[in-house]
């Protein structure tokens, strides 16, 4: 597996044992929890604050409503082939 980076880096899955993938992915866990407690994303984007606004606004307005799971379920169901 090669990840895009500049260099790219090679990850050679294929080759690797389950012992030596798990801590792989454990650190990676590790790496991307400390990353959200330090807020290095960011936070939300103001674009998903605008949608979020919008989806209000319709539900307020009745254009959208929102729908029980298991009708979303059914209905998907039948539309679904």
Do not use: Y
């Not at 050679?12 to 044992?17: A, G, I, T």
Request: proline content about 7%; aromatic content about 4%.
């Amino acid at each position: 597996m090669t990840l895009a980076a500049n260099p790219p880096i090679e990850i050679p899955l294929e080759r690797m044992s389950l012992a030596n993938k798990l801590a792989l992915r454990e650190a990676l866990d590790q790496d991307l929890q400390a990353a959200c407690q330090n807020n290095e994303a960011g936070g939300p984007q103001d674009w998903h604050f605008e949608v979020l606004a919008e989806r209000e606004k319709r539900l307020a307005s009745g254009e959208s409503r929102l729908m029980p799971l298991e009708e979303f379920i059914a209905e998907m169901r039948r539309t679904m082939p």
